[in-house]
């Protein structure tokens, strides 16, 4: 097959991780005799510094005129320590979240066997840990208006608003991955206190109702399920959340595979789909060599899956990720003190697939 990918590295470590990713691509497609080709465009603090924007038109048409994105992080700390800084390089993640249509973000989770004793909880708590994270991910506080100051400048607002259509949608994702699973659903949310969140209960119960029956549907406050998931995490199977749960819950995920360098997202919806590592820009790292591929690597593998259907493909990057993890070929976050940087992680992953 031959497909187009833009290519988006962004800030911080973005740039190395992503090279990591198109060389194991590439090692994809000699073995298999695909051709990818790969766009590359700017966003976030990258973008502001070359046109002002961080998610510029220019990068928002090879994105929408490519088979699928891969993207890097975003971040850059001299945005976040300067609360008066009018554009932000995360507004470039949101608006491209939006304008591509990406209401669904599924991160899975699921330890490495040779990797227990990584994560800080016992072994006995993360064995046989497997769940996924279906978050949504155009909606809820980080879009909803009015959002601002008030004009004397001393009070603050952000709106939570969902609307049912918006529920629905990702709710029919989060069952379509439990019906191909352990068949259960839990709904995290906080309808003890929110209005938005009993949206959430009666939406996804009717859906549930009318077209999952079949399928178990449970419920969580979502300060419980933060407590369940590092105390129980074999519990869940897929979890559905709102933006910004899903956003806290993925990173406490991360404890349990031992590093948050391991975990891969995708996101998909209306218009593309895009895959991304959930960690963040790592800008003490930026340049070094130390940073953590294989979430960005597995996130190309989430591509050829579901992206390509080249489900051979993406299982070859999964056991090749899975055979250097065992080895100890990974980097310092894993194994303290490793000689392996990111760099040498991606050629080693690559040469085993070809
Ligand atoms: C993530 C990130 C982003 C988010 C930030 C960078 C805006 O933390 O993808 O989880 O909050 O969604
Ligand atoms: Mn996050």
Redesign the pocket.
């Known amino acids: 097959m031959k497909k187009t990918i833009a290519v988006l590295p962004g800030d911080g470590i973005g740039p190395e991780i992503t090279a990591q990713a198109v060389k194991v691509l590439d090692a994809v497609g000699a073995k298999y005799s695909h051709t990818f080709e790969y766009r590359y465009a700017d966003i976030g603090a990258a973008a502001i510094d070359k046109c002002g924007d961080p998610y510029p038109d220019t990068t928002h048409g090879i994105c929408m005129s490519s088979d699928s994105v891969l993207f890097g ?3 850059d700390p001299k945005y976040d320590n300067d609360p008066t800084a009018k554009v932000r ?2 507004q470039g ?2 608006k491209m ?1 939006k304008s591509l249509g990406l209401y669904a ?1 599924i991160r899975p989770v699921k330890p490495y066997p040779s990797l227990l004793s990584a994560s800080p909880l016992k072994d006995t708590i993360v064995d046989g840990a497997d769940f996924i994270v279906v ?1 949504e ?1 155009t909606g809820g506080m ?1 879009f909803g208006e009015p959002r601002g100051r008030n004009e004397a400048g001393d009070k603050a607002f952000d709106t939570c608003v969902y609307s049912k259509m918006e529920i629905r949608r990702v709710a029919e994702v989060a069952f379509a991955f439990a019906a191909r699973r352990r068949g259960r659903v839990t709904l995290v949310d906080k309808a003890n206190v929110l209005a938005t969140s009993r949206l959430w209960r009666e939406t996804v119960k009717e859906l549930h109702d009318e077209k999952y029956s079949d399928m178990c549907l449970d419920f969580l406050f979502v300060d419980n399920a933060a407590m369940k998931m590092v105390s129980n995490p074999r519990d869940f199977d897929v979890i559905l959340t709102e ?2 749960f ?2 806290i819950l ?2 406490l995920a991360g404890v349990i595979n031992g590093s948050i360098g391991l975990l891969p ?1 995708a996101s998909t919806g209306e218009r593309s789909s895009l895959y ?1 590592p ?1 960690h ?2 790592y800008p003490q790292a930026a340049g070094k060599n130390i940073a953590n591929p294989v979430a960005t690597i597995l996130s190309a593998a989430m591509m050829l899956e579901d992206a390509f259907g080249a489900a051979e493909e993406g299982a070859a990057v999964r056991q090749a990720c899975e055979k250097a993890i065992a080895e100890g070929v990974c980097t310092q976050d894993i194994v303290p003190g490793s000689r392996y940087g990111t760099s040498e992680v991606g050629d080693y992953i690559a040469g085993l697939i070809g």
């Open positions: 992080a975003i971040g390089p995360e993640l949101l979240r973000n978050r991910l980080y933006n910004m899903g956003d993925s990173d997202s991304e959930i963040g820009s």
